[in-house]
Each structure stands twice: as structure tokens, then as C-alpha cells.
């Protein structure tokens, strides 16, 4: 690479005067001596010579045109060089007597006389630079640029590059000020490079000159992330991969031709796309590997053709790379029908010639039209949006084209700008932030840490969010980072930057991080925390409960947070809290939502009481029992905590609640498995007098057998005419009951509806590190889809 730099104007930017010496001020400013500089034909030259060859072809008089093309050229030289522009004028006079004879003649050169736009172009440039201290001089392309006879100009790239270094060899130290557009062939005579093609000629002169970087300047800031002609939100892209850039380019974009990214696989060379009128500002750049934060951008054709086949699919697929092999591969095609489409620019370039080779193929050209626009998402990870951009599409669109790094769909052409409204919403904007704050980094929040860790990838892939654990909040210390926790590694940075906790410091620096949405997990049982919620949902936050406190609180407290989440329009979900995993809230929603009643709510709550019960065979003491289970780690360290049913009179409650009912803790009747007597003693004495427990369970247990039953401890909830009743205790069941056969340590859910009056059963483990860590997280996802969907 020689360091030196290509600048790129295009017609736009040369439109009067005035554009004329921004330009050379932007060479001079973002520029060195011996940069190249490749221009375009001012303003509307270009059409201008096109227009000046019809009515010469059409035999019409062309005198009154031409003279107008040499007042608007004429006017620019005056304007920009003053006085000292006389012999570019007198050139002028010939160009344009010369171009007078050309139109009058048989054959005309046709692309010799439109190339004189660019040559007037690099003439008053350089001389502009030059009057201005720069010097510079113009290089007519044809001098050195040798290119084919193909119907896409192919340029030989080992006798161009070195007829353009001994060009440039012959001016150091100058800004040689290059013609865009065209070169010339093997007899000299002048090849374009079709429309638009002067950014080809500048990123192919950049690679034969082996310039480090191509900046095109034109009349936008760069690249934008969809069209901002059509939203008003679109946002520039800061860089791009050349994959993608060359996706966009393959789609039609206006910015770039399909062209100007090919010879940057020639030469790792960054381009820059950048706007004349605002040099200063932000713009884009195309680096041979983009950045993973890349956003996806959304690209669009009003208008494309359309072709319809009838005929075999191997011969559509040869179609197809033909089409390839030309330079202009489809831009969707379809195999059921058989159909593909062009770029308007490419169906006209092709003429006849597509018809003909389908017809060499077997294939029949059934139909083509223009009815159709374009619709593309160009990404460096287009599967993890395919479901996305398929749900937005509508019933007129062709199903989705999957390219290497870009979706593509085709639209009637009315709809185009609306799909393009949807898709840059949905899958071009911003990814959204969702931060999580776990309270409880114990057995269970270690347990869920582990989980996120895993599964973090694949929800930021289903969500297409970023979703971060910003915060670990234990007993008396807690750690807040806005940028992210890594949930494999947690451990080491809590130890090193844990705060101490004072009160909700921890809240007032979560509320203000600048995320989209924040969700505390709570997976404790302090109650001090469930009396924060109101304040927590205020500061802006969702919940996640496995702690059963808010829950089952005192009913105005629980009424006031209801309130205060639709106020706020946070989300609060607290299945974990009863079941574990098991999908008991989404039963009840089903049955609630399919019109269904329920009467009843029953079951065995607690594993630990599961186990005892089905254990419990008289053979032996229960209080042995009981130390047995807790020896084996399947109660709460104080085992009162279990026998006292406590847990599952809160359970009961939080469900009555969740069926509507305005419960109190205080009206579901609870019978303890604990003497009074044993109630508030000490652990360790309670453990020395457990055997008290042991008179009133087996006089229970005789009860049960002498009446053919079996002892259950159990919840219960009825609702009918009479009123609500609530009870946990003890209960005697059949034999052929479900709780009656229940496995040790499960949970049973048991409920009647006027649907199911002979029960529906939710059976599984209802405690567990594991279980509950994958209750919260599927609370989590299901806050996310609210949020997301």
C-alpha cells in the first residue's frame, strides 16, 4: 500500500460553483499532495449528453440543447476560476464544436461523447486547485484503464495498474484529478462503465493505484441503517462489514453500485462513504471486517422486475447462475413458481438477452412486470432475525429469500414502505436492554446463576435483546454495574467490589441505569424486601417472586401493590413461589380464560410433608422420621418450619388470591403438627423433646387405619353458595386418592371446575434448587415476551 488516499466526488457534489470550491477545500483539508481524486460529470451533464445523442438519433434538432450545455459549462468555469479560466473556456469552445460534429455524424461514438462530461469535470478541478496553491492536474482514465468488450466492462488489471503508475510517476507531488465513468479498449476507443459507474472507476483506481482508503463524497452522510428519505428515525451506521455492505449494494441500494465493493477483495483497502456538504460529521465506513455491533440495516427497491417461468427447476437454477456469471445475480428467485427478480437498471442492461437464454435453457418467459418492489434486512446474523422478519410479512408478500447475510422478501409496490416501517421497528432498531437484579445469591440464586449462564446467548438470539445481570443483592452486601455481570463468573467480583447494603442504596443506582427495562428476581424469604415492593415497582422496576411473603401479606398491603403495578404498567410474576416449576398460575389463567369456574383448590404443598406422610407406616416413631428427613436435608433446618404448615397455609393464600378471592392469612384454618408446648422453644431443646409429637400422630394414624384410610397432611379451598372455606391440616383420604398415592417429596395440585368435576391433576416436585431456579427464569421469559412481542 502506498498511504496515499482516493477521493470520490460525484455529480451532486460538483453541481455549481460553490460545490466546486468545497470540494477543493475538502481535498486540500482531508487530503495530501499526490492523493487521486475521481469526479463525476457536473450536475446534470451527464443527462444532458444523453439527451443531446436521442435527438440526434430521432434525426430532431439538437443545436438549441447544445448550446445550453455549453452556457451551463461555461458558467461554471467563469464562476469558479474568474478570469483565469479563459483556457479551459476556449477548450470548452472546441469540446463542444467537436461534440457537434460527432451528433451530425454516421456512426456516432456514442460513449465518447458522454465521457466529455467527466473530462470537463477533472480539468476545472485541478485548474481550481492549482489557482489555489494545490497543485494538481486532470488524467483522462482512458490514458491508463484497458478494459474489455463484455457487456459488464472487465478491466486488465496487471497492464491498467502499471500504465497508471507510470502516469502518476510523471506528476509527483500533484493531486492528479482522475475521470470517472469510463476507460478505453484494446483499439482506444472509449468503454463505459455504466451508470453509476464512477464509483466503480474510484475503487477500482484506488486498487490499481494501491491506495490505503477510497472516501466517496456525495450528498449524504453515509449509510443509514433503512432509508431516510422514507423514516425519519433512520440512523447513520458508524461502519460496515464489506459483506454487508456488499449485500446492500447486490440489493440496490443508492448509496453504493453493485460494482464499487469489488475491487476491495482485490486490495484490503477501508472506503468511506461521506457527505461534501458536511465533511465534519459523522459517516460510514466499510472496513474488510465489520464490528459484532453492527446493527442490522433495512434496505429497499420501490421497484423491481419481475419474472415468471414455466419449465424445469435445473434449468431455472443454470438460469440463475448465468445470471451470476454476468454480474448480475438475482435479487430473490423462487423455485414454486418459478420466478426471479432484477433491478430495474439490470432488466433494462439485459434486454432481450434473458428471454433468450431462458429459451436455450427450455424455459418460458411467462410474464414480466413492475408491480413489485423490495424488502431486505442485511445482517451479519440473518437466522437469528428469519422468524422476526417472517411475521411481519403479509399475505401479498413472497415468503422470505435467505442470502449469506441478508433476508429478502418482494411486495406489491404499495406496500413497500409500510413493510419497511415494520422491519426497521422490529428488527433494525436498537436492541433493547433488559437488566435483571437477583436478591438471593444462596442455593436457589446459584442455582438460577448457573441457568442464565447458559441460557443467556440463546435469549438474547430468541428476543433479539440484550439481556444483562446488572445486579447480585445478598444479606449485607450487593453489586451494581450497569455494564454487565458475567453470571459464570460472579463470584470473584462480588467479593472484590460487594458494597455494603444501607437501606435501598442498592434501588436508587438500579432506577437510573440506561436500560430499556430492569426485573428484580427475588429468590429469598425476607419479608423486609416483599414490604419494598411498592417502592421497588415506583423506582421502575418488574418483579419476580420466588419469595412467598408479598404474596401472602396482609390484604390491604397486596391490594396497594396490584395498584401500584398497573399504575406504573410493571409486570409482577410469582409462580415459583407456589410449585416450584410446576405450571400451576398458567392452569388457573387457562381455566380463567376458557370461561371455566373453578370450586375447588386442594393438595400437598410441601415436599417435605409428602415424604414424611407417605413414609409414615407406624412401624416407627414420626418424630424418628422427622430427624431422618432432616438428617437427609429434606426439611428446613428448623423442622418446625415445615410441621407447623405455615408454607403451605401462604401457598393457599397466594392462590385464593390469584383465583380473585380476597383472602386473609388469618381466615384459612391451620392445624400445626407442633404442640404449643414445643412452638417457641429453642432448636436444640425442641430437638431433644421432638418425641411429643409422636402421642398425637399416632393417635391419628389409629384413627385412619380403623376407618380404612390414609393420613395426609393437606390444603384446601372450596368456594360454593355457602361461601369460601380454607383449612391445612390433617386430612383422611381413600386409599385410592390422589394424594393418597402421591410420591414421596411431590407436590399435588388438584382442581374442580364445572370443566373438570373429577379433578385436574398437576403433579411433580415442588421444591429443588434446580426446579425453582428454572421457575424464575421461565417468570423471567415470560415478563420478556410482554415486553418484547
Known sequence: MTGKQLHKFGGSSLADAECYHRVAHIVQTHGHAGDLVVVSA????????????????????????????????????????????QPLSDQLAADIAHIGQCLGAEPRDCAAIQAFGELWSARLLAALLSRLGAPATALDARDFLLLDDSVQPRPDWARSAEALHRCLAQRPNQRVVVTGYFGANAQGRTRLLG???????????????????????????????????????????????????????????PVLHSRTLQPLRQVAMALNVRSSYTPDSPYTRILPRGSEQTEPVVTSLGR??????????????????????????????????????????????????LAR???SLGLTLLSSGDDYGLVGLVSQHPGRLAGAFARLLSRSAYPCCRHDQALVTLVPSREVTALV???????????????????????????????????????????????RLVGIIGSEHYLIDEAGIDPARWQGRYQQEARECHGLEWLDRAAVMDLDEVVLLDIT??????????????????????????????????????????????????????????????????????????????GVFSGTLSWLFDHYDRRGPFSELVLQAKSEGLTEPDPRDDLSGRDMQRKL????????????????????????????????????????????????????????????????LTIDEAGVRARVGLEQVAH????????????QFLFLSKHYPNGLVIQGPGAGREVTAAAVQSDFVAICRRLLH
Not at 464562476?79 to 483565469?84: F, I, M
Not at 440512523?235 to 441500494?253: C, H, I, K
Not at 438460469?319 to 432484477?342: I, K, R, S, T
Request: aromatic residues 6%.
Open 357 to 359: 437464454q431462458a429459451a
Open 525 to 602: 424469604a425476607s419479608a423486609s424486601l416483599a414490604l419494598h415492593y411498592p417502592e421497588i415497582v415506583a423506582a421502575g422496576l418488574h418483579l419476580v417472586s420466588a419469595n412467598k411473603q408479598a404474596g401472602s401479606g396482609p390484604g390491604t398491603f397486596y391490594r396497594e401493590l396490584q395498584r401500584q403495578l398497573s399504575n406504573c404498567h410493571r409486570y409482577w410474576r410469582y409462580n415459583a413461589s407456589v410449585g416450584a416449576g410446576l405450571p400451576v398460575f398458567y392452569s388457573i389463567d387457562d381455566l380463567k380464560r376458557s370461561g371455566d369456574a373453578i370450586t375447588s383448590v386442594s
Open 421 to 467: 416501517e415494520s422491519i426497521h421497528r422490529r428488527c433494525a432498531g436498537p436492541r433493547r436492554r433488559i437488566g435483571l437484579v437477583l436478591a438471593g445469591k444462596g442455593n436457589i440464586g446459584s442455582a438460577w446463576l448457573d441457568l442464565f449462564s447458559r441460557q443467556q446467548q440463546q435469549l438474547n438470539e430468541e428476543f433479539e435483546a440484550e439481556m
Open 42 to 85: 457536473a450536475g446534470k451533464t451527464t443527462n444532458a449528453l444523453l439527451d443531446l445523442l436521442r435527438l440526434a438519433r430521432h434525426g430532431q434538432p439538437f443545436e438549441e440543447a447544445l448550446a445550453e450545455l455549453k452556457r451551463f459549462q461555461q458558467t461554471l468555469v467563469s464562476e469558479t476560476l474568474g478570469a483565469s479560466g
Open 304 to 353: 423491481v422486475t419481475l419474472y415468471r417461468f414455466q419449465g424445469k427447476v435445473p434449468a431455472f437454477h443454470q438460469l440463475c447462475d448465468w445470471l451470476g456469471q454476468q454480474g448480475l445475480p438475482p435479487l430473490a428467485d423462487y423455485d414454486q413458481p418459478l420466478m426471479l427478480a432484477l433491478t430495474c437498471e439490470q432488466s433494462r442492461a439485459l434486454g432481450g438477452d
Open 653 to 716: 393464600l397466594i392462590l385464593a388470591r390469584e383465583l380473585g378471592l380476597t383472602l386473609e392469612l388469618e381466615q384459612i384454618e391451620l392445624e400445626s403438627l407442633v404442640p404449643a408446648a414445643l412452638a417457641d422453644l429453642p432448636l436444640e431443646q425442641f430437638l431433644a423433646r421432638i418425641e411429643e409429637l409422636d402421642p398425637l400422630m399416632q393417635a391419628a394414624a389409629d384413627e385412619a387405619k380403623a376407618r380404612g384410610l390414609a393420613l395426609r397432611y393437606a390444603a384446601s
Open 736 to 747: 385410592s386418592h390422589p394424594f393418597a398415592n402421591l410420591p414421596a417429596g411431590d407436590n
Open 195 to 253: 451508470r453509476n459507474g464512477s464509483d466503480y472507476s474510484a475503487t477500482l483506481i484506488a486498487a490499481l493505484a494501491e491506495a490505503a482508503e477510497v472516501t466517496i463524497w456525495t450528498d449524504v452522510a453515509g449509510i443509514y441503517n433503512a432509508d431516510p428519505n422514507l423514516l425519519a428515525d433512520a440512523r447513520l451506521q458508524a461502519s460496515l462489514s464489506l459483506d454487508e455492505a456488499d449485500q446492500l449494494a447486490r440489493l440496490g441500494s
